[in-house]
């Protein structure tokens, strides 16, 4: 027969087993508010049962029971739910950064209309309107000065505030890119203790939550992926390649780019290669870095150089009240001093490049003009080149509107005397020098004979800046070389103009003589910039840069704004549908912290009446 014993041994058990119940219920209701935190059961099973050893079966049908035996604590966990939550952060990350970033860019534009950059351009032409009814005064002239150099301070801090923003996200790309990689570290380590813990037969529960946490985190940052089925080996990838391989973590380092300003890039550390980044904070950091911010500088850019560039071109042919010509309103700085824009690009003391922003043909054109010519134009594009067709029936104007459509960067215009004007633009690719005119080439002649620009037609005529002396193809010698780098954040008023506004031009002279007076045809030239078509780019007037700009960065932004909503009830619906699985509800821990105290009364119960019955076997049988 069973020992008289064996109730104790089965009711200790019970007991044990309901207190460790207990305590696990006391656990979540702890954890009930902490980040991560999955709520845990005590996973109990009958005892394995026990034979009478001196009999070769059973005595009775069925096996004696042993009671019950807290097999091991168990974390309640949703695994494919987890998954999709952390393939979803990275999305989640990437618009939220957006958002915040964008609105930043948007406030930057939201200027009092007093102050605004389009207000105080209206008033620059406005002021110059007013010097062509009154070209003898200095009180009006010191007003154009005076509004040149507001307009120049709002070109300024725009530049100032759009740098600023930039360089707040390169300080995000290091501050991220440490960020991932202590996480990698930790991970490493936490990945190390439960391979400990586990080879011992234990479950670290606790470690998995935190592992989970940690992973969620770098799933903000990158598009990340777990695979977590080698009982040995926790992965975790990123565009195809590993970032954490068990105890191994590959880590990520940053790279000074001379090609981008010296901004960082994000490298593997294993080998020096590009990490290809799909998603998450840094990604976003990355493309509001490298594209929104250095587009809308360059977009500044674009139209402070031709904004400059125009007014100048204008003010040299006028004469002011001292007599003088060739003077310019507006500093310009070059990029290189050679006139012919020769650049030594590889520091070797020889130059191997020509940097030219603008080149103007030899001959007048009329814009309603057949050019009875056909021929295929090329310039360069932000990849490769581009070809332009023309035919006899094409207008100049229409061939003009052509190239400017045509995703070229270069565009073109008529100038004030009806010559064709060529300018580059601000480079798509950060690899290329902003406003350099790069390649040129006619298989007709348009750009030679009709035009004026190249001297020969075809691959044996082009113009093509990655040589030095690219000057030679030219017809002329009618070109600008390229600016420093960002003219919005250096152009000023002439300081001959700033200290002496008698320098200020409003007139045309005759034959080289100087303007005679009330003559105000030179003012009216530059007043007429406001309403010409003067390609800002690829827009026709500084009107339109205006409004593009103001619009594109609100569209953008509301895009950011949108999809971020999005993904917030998204990753919401995602987060509560695993909560309802793995979180810990506080009245359900008390409905079985209840239910587990009656067990552990019972199983107390159980052990006393045990008791009760051997005190009667031990102390009051036989007496």
């Not at 987890?82 to 948007?106: N, P, S």
């Not at 780019?257 to 840094?282: H, S, T």
């Not at 580059?424 to 004026?452: C, H, K, Q």
Request: net charge negative; no cysteine; aromatic share 8%.
């Amino acid at each position: 027969m069973q020992s008289s014993f064996a109730g104790i041994e089965l009711g200790k058990k019970s007991i044990i087993a309901h207190s460790k119940a207990i305590g696990t219920v006391g656990h979540n209701i702890s954890n009930a508010g902490v980040e991560g935190y999955s709520r845990q059961r005590v996973r109990m099973e009958a005892s394995e049962p026990l034979y009478f050893p001196h009999l070769n079966r059973e005595h009775t049908p069925g096996q004696v029971g042993q009671g019950v035996d807290a097999v091991w604590v168990e974390r309640i966990e949703d695994e494919l739910m987890e998954g999709r939550i952390v393939g979803r952060l990275a999305r989640g990350g990437y618009w939220e950064t957006r958002d915040h970033y964008l609105l930043q860019v948007e406030r930057i534009y939201n200027e009092p209309d007093e102050i605004s950059g389009r207000v105080l351009m209206d008033q620059f032409w406005e002021s110059w309107q007013q010097l062509v009814k009154n070209p003898e005064s200095l009180a009006v002239r010191d007003t154009v000065r005076e509004r040149g150099a507001a307009l120049i301070d709002n070109i300024h801090e725009n530049f100032k505030q759009l740098k600023t923003v930039r360089d707040m996200l390169n300080t995000e790309v290091e501050t991220a890119v440490n960020r991932i990689n202590e996480i990698l570290d930790n991970t490493a380590q936490l990945n190390n203790e439960i391979a400990r813990v586990e080879a011992l037969g234990d479950r670290p529960n606790d470690l998995y939550d935190k592992r989970d946490v940690l992973i969620r985190e770098l799933g903000t940052y990158l598009n990340v992926s777990t695979n977590g089925q080698d009982p040995d080996e926790f992965n975790v990838h990123t565009g195809g390649r590993h970032l954490l391989q068990g105890k191994i973590a590959y880590h990520l380092q940053l790279v000074d780019d001379p090609a981008n300003e010296g901004y960082f890039r994000v490298a593997w550390v294993e080998n020096g290669e590009d990490i290809q980044i799909e998603g998450g904070k840094l990604a976003s950091y990355l493309d509001l870095r490298d594209v929104d911010l250095r587009r809308e500088i360059a977009k500044l850019d674009q139209m402070t150089i031709n904004f400059i560039d125009l007014v100048n071109e204008n003010h040299r042919k006028a004469y002011n009240l001292q007599g003088e010509t060739g003077v310019d309103f507006f500093t310009e700085y070059p990029f290189v001093n050679n006139v012919d824009g020769n650049f030594d690009a590889d520091g070797d003391g020889a130059a191997d490049q020509t940097r030219l922003f603008r080149i103007t043909g030899e001959n007048r054109l009329q814009a309603q003009e057949q050019i009875g010519l056909q021929g295929t134009l090329t310039f360069a594009a932000a990849e490769g080149t581009v070809n332009i067709d023309y035919y006899p029936t094409d207008t100049v104007e229409t061939l003009v509107r052509r190239i400017n459509t045509s995703g070229s960067e270069v565009v073109a215009r008529l100038d004030s005397d009806g010559r064709l004007q060529l300018r580059a633009v601000s480079a798509a690719d950060a690899a290329n020098p902003d406003f350099v005119i790069r390649y040129a080439a006619d298989s007709g002649e348009f750009l030679t004979n009709y035009s004026g620009i190249l001297t020969a037609s075809g691959e044996e005529g082009a113009y093509n800046w990655a040589q030095a002396d690219a000057v030679t193809a030219l017809r002329g010698d009618t070109y600008a070389t390229s600016p420093l780098a960002h003219p919005a954040g250096w152009i000023e008023v002439n300081p001959l103009i700033a200290a002496d506004v008698s320098r200020i031009a409003a007139g045309w002279g005759v034959n080289g003589r100087p303007a005679e007076a009330g003559d105000g045809r030179g003012a009216q030239s530059i007043a007429d910039i406001r309403n010409n078509e003067v390609m800002v780019g690829r827009l026709r007037s500084f009107d339109a840069f205006f409004a593009e700009r103001i619009a594109d960065v609100g569209v953008r932004g509301a895009v950011a704004r949108d999809t971020h909503q999005n993904e917030k009830l998204v990753l919401k619906e995602l987060n509560d549908m695993k909560s309802s699985v793995t979180g810990v509800n506080v009245d359900e821990e008390f409905t079985e912290m209840i239910k587990f105290q009656h067990g552990y009364s019972a199983a107390a119960r159980f052990v006393n009446e045990i008791d009760k019955m051997l005190d009667i076997i031990i102390n009051r049988i036989g007496v």
